[in-house]
């Protein structure tokens, strides 16, 4: 999709795909003085040629920025590599230059970094509204563009707006210039604020839904989380594999010997496999709640209360926890029901949960929490699982609560 913007006598187009992604930026300027009619049906003829006009721009592919000229691929070079925490430049020379982003905590690049140089080489204020400013000259406001919550300010030829994706955010005003594409779920907000309103405690990662940035902080951190278990997790796959290949190769063994001891090596590589995929799912899970048209929040809860899915009457879905990894991972996965269907709130607003199997929806997210705690689950009158596999029935049925010493997940409760 290309989106034009005139002004001045110049022209910018803006490429995106359909999933929202920026492709690049073509700006088109007249060099030459154009002429205006000053008599009532007088008809000028421009003449056109080559150097009358001058086009560069960018093009963005994956994390890399490349700079652009007069739409020729030949002389399109590298410009820029971004990675979390800032970019590199000048990729080519010797010595490429690091820069590292210094942000407060909406996201919002407060200062740029040379790591070659040890200084800071930009500095960029900012009203609440986002529009940026320089105090002095040498905040060098020009060197970079991403900066509000991370987007790129677009200047060229007094367009000074922001690129969130799915709409443009023109800071002066505070407002976006499109409509919000998913309004309806929101009547009583005008579908062209920013962040319903609340820039100092909300962003709007893609100019569709504005988020709390904590609750993209825990998803964050609970993402690290199953990253750093699942190499844990690894390492014992592949030490479990190497041990099934020395015992299938010990010819000193009986037949039967070997086979006894690799259908135990089987069974521990099943259930250390079984939690990767836990895992996996978790994690997969984790970003499409991002990306639902539903909106997510979390709310640690204090002990002794009832950490479980609730809803508000605008639609948003409160995952309640206690903090701990393992809660959270358990009532994040309830959420990835939710969005999959499994789960509907009667009614909506409240956190009266009707559940599709809902033993088996309860096993697979403590299957989660035992894979991302190392096998820390609540006790139960039953033994304590020893594998993901022990998650069954029997064990959820011997789970109380704490407080009252009732039964939680007996089949009657579900009645």
């Given at each position: ?59 963005y592919i994956d994390n ?53 140089t040890k200084k800071t ?295």
């Open positions: 999709m290309d989106i034009d913007a005139l002004s001045n006598f110049t022209d910018r187009k803006h490429r995106y795909a359909a999933d929202g992604r920026k492709l690049g930026t073509e700006y088109f300027t007249r060099v030459t003085n154009l002429a205006v009619p000053l008599i009532t049906g007088q008809v000028i003829n421009q003449t056109y040629t080559i150097n009358t006009i001058n086009q560069n721009g960018t093009a890399k920025e490349y700079n652009t000229l007069k739409g020729n691929p030949a002389l399109t070079t590298l410009q820029r590599v971004y990675n979390a925490e800032g970019y590199a430049q000048n990729i080519t020379a010797t010595t490429p230059n690091y820069y590292y982003y210094r942000r407060d905590h909406l996201g919002n690049n407060r200062e740029v970094w040379l790591a070659n080489v930009q500095y960029t204020q900012y009203y609440p509204s986002g529009l940026p400013w320089a105090s002095i000259a040498s905040d060098s406001t020009g060197l970079q563009e991403r900066k509000y919550n991370g987007k790129e300010f677009v200047e060229m030829h007094g367009y000074d707006t922001y690129d969130y994706g799915a709409r443009g955010y023109y800071a002066a005003m505070g407002r976006f210039q499109s409509v919000d594409p998913l309004c309806e779920k929101y009547y009583s907000i005008s579908p062209y604020v920013y962040c319903a309103n609340n820039p100092v405690n909300r962003i709007d990662p893609d100019g569709r839904e504005w988020k709390e940035k904590k609750d993209e902080e825990i998803a964050k951190q609970l993402q690290q989380q199953i990253t750093s278990r699942d190499k844990s997790l690894a390492k014992q796959e592949q030490k479990i594999k190497a041990q099934i290949d020395k015992i299938g190769n010990n010819t000193k063994l009986s037949a039967e010997k070997r086979d006894q001891q690799i259908a135990k090596q089987q069974g521990k590589l099943e259930d250390v496999q079984t939690q990767r995929g836990q895992l996996s799912n978790l994690d997969k899970g984790i970003t499409q709640l991002g990306n639902s048209k539903t909106s997510y929040t979390f709310n640690t809860v204090e002990a002794g209360t009832t950490a479980t899915l609730s809803s508000m009457s605008d639609g948003t879905v409160v995952v309640n926890n206690y903090g701990t990894t393992g809660n959270r991972a358990h009532e994040t996965t309830h959420a990835i029901q939710y969005d999959n269907g499994l789960i509907k709130f009667n009614p909506l607003g409240s956190n009266n949960t009707l559940m599709q199997n809902p033993l088996g929806l309860e096993i697979q997210a403590y299957a989660t929490e035992y894979s991302i705690t190392n096998g820390v689950v609540p006790s139960s009158d039953a033994s304590s699982p020893r594998t993901v596999f022990g998650i069954t029935p029997k064990w959820l049925y011997g789970i109380k609560n704490p407080n009252t010493g009732i039964y939680i997940y007996r089949p009657e409760n579900y009645k």
